[in-house]
T-cell receptor
Framework: KAGVTQTPRYLIKTRGQQVTLSCSPISGHRSVSWYQQTPGQGLQFLFE???????NKGNFPGRFSGRQFSNSRSEMNVSTLELGDSALYLC????????????FGPGTRLTVT | DAKTTQPNSMESNEEEPVHLPCNHSTISGTDYIHWYRQLPSQGPEYVIHGLTSNVNNRMASLAIAEDRKSSTLILHRATLRDAAVYYC???????FGTGTRLTVIP
């Protein structure tokens, strides 16, 4: 069974631009969560989607948004990028919800200059 | 916010047991505790999870305190491949600890 895939793997953007990251969960998994990982703050929860509905949201500004499609694939968008948004963005999928074990993708490394 | 804390680093000799602690100071009664490990340039890998009682799988064991304010990941015989950063997560994966870097000494 294929694992969680994320595209692109690396991205360089300029401050003020916007970016969209994509995540394809493991087949049959209906829950997708997004995390931001930085050396200073560690792994921080962004949001969780299930059946195209956002179920949980972390403490991030409204510039961070996401959505889930009917095939469970998910995207997250960051608008008006700031230097502090440079991070590894991880997507994780689970069978039903985030109380189950999660399987992480390799992440998208975003660099904002 | 729930608080999840871990020691920054630990060392173990190869083939000896390792006990990795985690404190979940504000965990609620219905939240699962999860553990993951991460190798360089990879996403975290699921290790084990539990709610109240101790749990075992092929990778590790998880001991959860009776008051659920702490948990311990137990690797029964550390190997060089177990060297990684280990994360505990409370509140159903909403709050991750800062991770413990495990070094395994041959």
């Amino acid at each position: 069974k294929a694992g969680v895939t994320q595209t692109p793997r690396y991205l360089i953007k300029t401050r003020g631009q916007q970016v969209t990251l994509s995540c394809s969960p493991i087949s049959g998994h209906r829950s997708v969560s997004w995390y931001q990982q930085t050396p200073g703050q560690g792994l921080q929860f962004l949001f969780e989607y299930f059946s195209e509905t956002q179920r949980n949201k972390g403490n991030f500004p409204g510039r961070f948004s996401g959505r889930q499609f009917s095939n469970s694939r998910s995207e997250m968008n960051v608008s008006t990028l700031e230097l502090g948004d440079s991070a590894l963005y991880l997507c994780a999928s689970s069978l039903v919800d985030a109380s189950y074990e999660q399987y992480f993708g390799p992440g998208t490394r975003l660099t904002v200059t | 916010d729930a608080k999840t804390t871990q020691p920054n680093s630990m060392e173990s000799n190869e083939e000896e047991p390792v006990h990795l602690p985690c404190n979940h100071s504000t965990i609620s009664g219905t939240d699962y505790i999860h553990w993951y490990r991460q190798l360089p340039s990879q996403g975290p890998e699921y290790v084990i999870h539990g709610l109240t009682s101790n749990v075992n799988n092929r990778m590790a064991s998880l001991a959860i305190a009776e008051d659920r304010k702490s948990s311990t990941l137990i690797l029964h015989r550390a190997t060089l491949r177990d060297a990684a950063v280990y994360y505990c997560a409370g509140a159903n994966n909403l709050f991750f600890g800062t991770g413990t870097r495990l070094t395994v000494i041959p």
